[in-house]
């Protein structure tokens, strides 16, 4: 695993920037006092600097034209006209805003070759949410003006201020959307942005957006819950205002102590993160001098190194700690990857996050194995997974020896592929000491190629094939035991149920089924990159109304676990079948779920993640269900998650309850899934309040016991959904639900996702 790029923040870069002098060879270029110091950052193992686009001179003159000079709208009275100073002062000002330049004095980057290794900063002053409209005004023009300069410089990264002001935070998120869309453009499409957003709330960033130099963060007080939230919600209309723009990131500043509670900081996995500012106040020392970070930010950084980030150090020599130096901190931020739970599972050969590298958050359309038929290198890639194989060998084992030691078993393997069931079957046939047929069952005509090579090579004539459909085929005789996959990540989402109730034909009446029975899963999450990703994907509606099979990384679960949906049994006794054994419909096939989920802390709803766990015989299963994957059969890699995307994200505050339906749908060509969700939130009202008071809550009667409530009187105009909770004498309490939000029906009809019978 490539390693974290580590950058030190340049407080005072050289004055003297572009002033080398030329060197009388004129093929040997002098560098600039920037660049030593960029190489000398390098050969302390660096990535390279972080430093302000622009300096204090800049700053000067840009409060003299637009802080010191009164306004255009302050144009003086006829009683007190401006001054001609004043008035040559407006002008000047006005003549910036038309157009203009830095000077060079003006800038700390003045090259393309020192810019190359720097993470610029734009101005922290700059007050895009001022409350004076002509301080944001002025503002946005100076942004741009960096930002242009950035562009000319190539510079791959700008990170902008933090907003400070809540009242003004849509003020501040238009103007960084200009940024982007304006035309002709201010930044070149090379140039992304980043948000410095500081963990522990806006209030506690001071003008330069971070702690102050040499203070101590570990005796700052910690965050309170509403300035954590606040800030979250600042990031989130910045880049909802900005349409979930790919170039848009956030960068944490981990000045102060972190948010007490984990579900706060948890939601800052599921964002699209740049930059992690450290300054050197944010140590504390250990019993030996060493700068180490607090506890809580240790564990913080070990999870969220997972996504990648850059790491900005500040403050390194200012000898805040006895022992290390100024490269202490950069080593003990090395350390503390190294030893990053994910790091270690990546790096481990076989784990899940090994397997999974470059494929985290990456949307894949479902296999459709019914409809198409797989590629070798596909089989190739499920036969890697020792637990699938490995759960269905002692699944059948388990089938044999419970059958009578004395018999005789068919067992058929429906959708053999390449044969790696069927090679487990004869593993579980010998060490079970039973005699035993097998047949193998495939209809991808390449697939029953390589099974043929393996009959004749391997299998030493001990398995009969039989090419075909499940559902048209009909073997020589009837099985005992019918073994199948044909699962998909949200279980029924590859057609099993369809198959087996075509296999179910050549079962016995007392046959078994591996696997027995498969359950789905939902829960919501917020994923910021999925949601773009799910959007942009396909032309029309058609990328958010499809579900993808994703690993999940910069995920966030906004519940406490998933809940069931549905599950399908095998084999059925009940379907009406039709003379050749086939059901008449597939309409038992169809189900439909209602799930309600608690939202603890508040989030934006950005889809639906679908998990699937499988009873394969007995006490065997199979499961991707978050919480339970890793008793059931830890390290399987062959599944990951559904991913129902939202069209639209719904904003749930803390505390809500989020309304999940989902539909399995059938017709005679094509299942398919349609979704919706709704947002309510729980409110409770005594018997004291006013009957049909305006704002929606049922009315009660002022005696003991309530009357039963008339569905058309007492109908609340806004909460849906009511019921009595306690009824003491003259009072009772009704627990309601007021809607606050909803998105549309995803998928009517199999519009846009559907997977061929
Ligand atoms: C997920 S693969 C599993 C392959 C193999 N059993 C394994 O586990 O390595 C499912 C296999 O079932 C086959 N299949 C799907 N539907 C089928 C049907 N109706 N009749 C026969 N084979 C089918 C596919 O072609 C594919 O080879």
Redesign the pocket.
């Known amino acids: 695993m490539s390693r974290t790029p580590i950058y030190l923040h340049l407080s005072d870069p050289p004055t003297s920037s572009g002033d080398a002098q030329p060197s009388l060879n004129p093929s040997v270029r002098k560098r600039s006092p920037l660049e030593d110091q960029i190489e000398e950052a390098l050969q302390d193992s660096y990535n390279g600097l972080c430093l302000n686009i622009t300096n204090d001179e800049w700053r000067r003159r840009w409060t003299s034209l637009c802080l010191t000079t009164p306004s255009p709208a302050e144009g003086g009275s006829v009683l007190m006209p401006l001054s001609d100073e004043l008035k040559e002062q407006q002008r000047v000002a006005e003549l910036w805003r038309v157009s203009d330049a830095f000077k060079k004095s003006e800038v700390n980057i003045t090259k393309l070759e020192e810019a190359e290794n720097i993470v610029g900063l734009a101005s922290e002053w700059l007050e895009l949410d001022s409350p004076d409209e002509w301080v944001r005004q002025d503002s946005e023009l100076a942004l741009r003006q960096e930002l242009a300069y950035a562009s000319y410089l190539n510079l791959a990264t700008v990170v902008l201020p933090p907003p400070r002001n809540r009242q003004h935070i849509t003020d501040y998120a238009r103007a960084i959307n200009g940024c982007f869309t304006n035309s002709p453009p201010v930044l070149s499409s090379y140039v992304y942005l980043t948000i410095r957003i500081p963990l522990s709330g806006a209030r506690k960033a001071n003008r330069s957006g971070s702690v102050t130099p040499g203070a101590s963060s570990s005796t700052a007080t910690a965050p309170t819950e509403t300035d954590v939230n606040e800030i979250w919600e600042m990031w989130d209309t910045i880049r909802t205002i900005c349409s979930y723009n790919q170039r848009l990131s956030v960068s944490l500043d981990l000045s102060y102590p972190l948010p007490p509670s984990k579900p706060l900081l948890d939601r800052w996995n599921s964002e699209p993160l740049r930059y992690i500012f450290l300054p050197a106040s944010a140590f504390v020392a250990n019993n030996r001098g060493y700068p180490v970070l607090p506890k809580a930010t240790q564990a913080f950084f070990r999870d969220i190194i997972k996504h990648r980030p850059g790491v900005i150090v500040s403050g390194t020599d200012k000898g805040l700690h006895k022992t290390g130096g100024h490269t202490a901190y950069q080593q003990y931020i090395r350390y503390l990857e190294k030893t990053s739970p994910y790091v270690v599972a990546s790096e481990t050969p076989g784990s899940v996050e090994s397997f999974a590298t470059g494929y985290w958050d990456f949307l894949q359309a479902p ?1 459709q ?2 409809m198409d ?2 590629q070798s290198s596909t ?1 190739e890639v ?2 890697r997974d020792p637990v ?2 490995s759960k ?1 060998e002692e699944a059948i084992y388990q089938a044999l020896c419970d059958r009578p030691e004395d018999s005789s078993t068919i067992i058929c ?10 090679s487990r079957c004869l593993s579980a046939i010998a060490s079970s000491g039973r005699r035993a047929t097998v047949y193998a ?4 005509p390449s ?1 029953y190629v390589t099974l043929q090579e393996k009959r004749d090579t391997e299998w030493e004539g001990a398995v009969q094939l039989v090419f ?4 048209l085929i009909t073997p020589p005789e009837k099985a005992d035991i019918l073994v ?4 998909g990540s949200f279980g029924d989402n ?2 099993s149920p369809e ?1 087996l109730d ?1 296999a179910s034909r050549f079962l016995k009446d007392d046959g078994i089924s591996i696997p027995s029975s498969y359950t789905a899963y939902l829960e919501p999450v917020s994923s910021s990159r999925l949601f773009r990703d799910a959007s942009n994907s396909l032309s029309d509606v058609k990328g958010a109304e499809t579900p993808y099979v994703v690993m999940f990384q910069a995920v966030n679960e906004l519940s406490a676990e998933p809940q069931e949906c549905w599950e399908f049994q095998h084999p059925r006794h009940n379907a009406i079948i039709d003379q050749n054994g086939l059901p008449l419909t597939n309409s038992h096939n169809t189900r439909s779920a209602h799930l309600s989920f608690q939202i603890p802390q508040a989030g934006i709803v950005h889809g639906l993640a679908g998990y699937f766990e499988a009873v394969l015989y007995g006490d065997v299963g199979l499961s991707i269900h978050p919480d339970r994957k890793n008793d059931v059969s830890p390290n399987m890699l062959s599944w990951f998650p559904l991913f129902f995307p939202l069209k639209e994200p719904v904003y749930v505050p803390a505390n809500a309850e989020l309304d999940v339906h989902i539909w399995r749908l059938t017709d005679k060509r094509k299942v398919w899934y349609e979704w919706f969700v709704e947002a309510f939130y729980p409110t409770s009202a005594s018997s004291t309040d006013p009957p049909h008071s305006p704002s929606g809550v049922a009315h009660m009667s002022d005696t003991n016991a309530p009357p039963p409530p008339s569905p058309m009187v007492d109908a609340p105009a806004l909460a849906p959904e009511g019921r009595f909770e306690d009824t003491r004498e003259g009072e009772a309490t009704v627990e309601m639900r007021v809607k606050i939000g909803q998105s549309s029906l995803h998928n009517p009809g199999g519009r846009s996702s559907w997977i061929g019978l």
């Open positions: 296999l194995p019914l038929n797989l089989y499920f036969e699938k194989y269905y393997v429906a959708g053999a592929g390449r044969g790696g069931l069927v069952i495939e209809k991808n697939a075909g459909d499940m559902r199948s996959e044909l699962l590859e057609l198959c075509g």
